[in-house]
């Protein structure tokens, strides 16, 4: 056989593996090249651009079609959702939140925390607080246990001890109740008037032996004395009722009734009718001037200095730290709870706020055409391989026929 009769044979199998090779190669590159329209002459040339690029929309809303329709279903997205809100999850991430928060409190040097503390704090108790108490004010049992409490268990069993009766007592008669001011009480009880009154009263009601007495001396002179000498003799008059407090041991006696004093020992409807008196008391100062209290207080108050002093207390406190587990803790089992009851309503109201549909296609129509290409190449780089490798091997098993062919021809 010479040589041109082997070529005859050899050609068409070489010739289909490098037709079938190439085809599939350039079909391929085809799907994506011309990444966009070539024009002559004013006229788009056929097949550019490669055919992903000119249909990118559609594969775009085919793809986000296939996507929603059988990977991200409503019921696949429930089951996200349960896997990626598990308790445990949500908890570490609720005490995140919690850690970052507390940090972001003290790393706070502009002070924005306390401000927005100090304004909360504001409203409370000279806004809120004010409205509250007035419409609270109008209720017939406005504090009604609270005061029965504090009366029972404070004031009704509060007695002095003898330490305190001897400085209340001692305290009573030198500034309460001097000689000085004992002395000017007498002066001015004992007028002219006050004298003749006391005078024919005790002419009239006095009986026997007191009766001559009255009738023949009388008081009024005797009561006159006693003015005039402490009207001038002030020094002397306040020395003999320093010695007649002395000699009556009116310390000692006010100091044991003080001591002994106490609303125990007072009559049950006394105590009653004391008790109703303070609560109304009570209750009726609040209802008039409570409110002015409040705000009078509110505005007294540097909020700013209080919220400061909370913040750096709650930033050294041991008890946040600990208890920022416990809180993250209750806070997922009731998260947990409330997905259990209406996930699925939930779901259904995120999918359209999401737009997932339209996330996609938007995605894939902003990919460039190289992109799109370097992606697909990079997922199936192998198979497209193996595309044109079976290209080449299917042309040579035909050219390989049609030598056969030729030999039985």
Same mark, same amino acid.
């Given at each position: 056989m010479d040589i041109n009769t082997l070529w005859i044979y050899i050609t068409p199998p070489l010739v289909g593996a490098v037709i079938g090779y190439f085809t599939n190669d350039i079909a391929i590159k085809m799907l994506f090249r011309p990444y966009r329209a070539i024009y002559v002459g004013g006229r788009q040339l056929p097949f550019t651009p490669g055919l992903i690029p000119?249909?990118?929309?559609?594969?775009?809303?085919?793809?986000?079609?296939?996507?929603?329709?059988?990977?991200?279903?409503?019921?696949?997205?429930?089951?996200?959702?349960?896997r990626l809100l598990q308790p445990e999850r949500v908890q570490s991430a609720i005490l995140w939140l919690l850690r970052l928060a507390l940090d972001q409190v003290q790393a706070d040097k502009e002070q924005k925390t306390a401000k927005i503390l100090a304004g909360i704090l504001r409203d409370l108790l000279g806004q809120s607080l004010v409205r509250l108490l007035?419409?609270?004010?109008?209720?017939?049992?406005?504090?009604?246990?609270?005061?029965?409490?504090?009366?029972?268990? *404070?004031?009704?069993?509060?007695?002095?001890?003898?330490?305190?009766?001897?400085?209340?007592?001692d305290w009573i008669l030198e500034v309460v109740l001097p000689p000085d001011l004992i002395r000017q009480a007498i002066v001015d009880l004992l007028t002219d008037r006050n004298i003749q009154l006391i005078d024919e009263?005790?002419?009239?009601?006095a009986s026997g032996t007191y009766w001559v007495v009255a009738n023949l001396f009388g008081l009024r002179n005797s009561l006159t004395r006693l003015r005039t000498f402490c009207l001038d003799e002030k020094e002397a008059s306040n020395a003999q009722l320093e010695e007649f407090i002395t000699s009556l041991r009116m310390r000692d006696r006010l100091q044991e009734w003080l001591h002994n004093l106490s609303l125990q020992n007072l009559p049950v409807s006394t105590v009653r009718q004391l008790r109703k008196t303070m609560r109304d008391t009570v209750r009726n100062y609040i209802q008039e001037r409570g409110p002015d209290l409040l705000q009078g207080l509110s505005?007294?108050?540097?909020?700013?200095?209080?919220? *400061?002093?909370?913040?750096?207390?709650?930033?050294?406190?041991?008890?946040?730290?600990?208890?920022?587990e416990l809180i993250s803790q209750e806070l997922a089992l009731i998260l947990e709870r409330y997905l259990e009851q209406d996930l699925e309503k939930i779901v259904t109201q995120v999918i359209? *706020?999401?737009?997932?549909?339209?996330? *996609?296609?938007?995605?894939?129509?902003?990919?460039?055409?190289?992109?799109?290409?370097?992606?697909i190449q990079g997922i199936v780089k192998s198979e497209l391989q193996a595309i044109v490798n079976l290209g080449g091997i299917l042309g040579f098993i035909v050219g390989l026929l049609q030598t056969v062919i030729l030999l039985f021809s």
């Open positions: 000119r249909n990118q929309e559609r594969l775009a809303n085919r793809i986000s079609d296939t996507i929603m329709g059988s990977l991200l279903t409503p019921e696949e997205l429930q089951n996200l959702a349960r007035k419409v609270l004010a109008r209720r017939e049992d406005f504090l009604e246990t609270q005061l029965n409490q504090i009366f029972d268990q *404070i004031l009704l069993e509060f007695q002095l001890n003898e330490e305190q009766a001897r400085k209340l007592s009263s005790f002419r009239e009601k505005e007294s108050l540097d909020w700013n200095n209080i919220a *400061i002093v909370i913040l750096n207390r709650l930033r050294s406190s041991p008890a946040v730290t600990i208890s920022l359209p *706020i999401l737009s997932i549909d339209q996330v *996609i296609i938007d995605r894939v129509k902003k990919t460039s055409a190289e992109d799109l290409e370097l992606a």
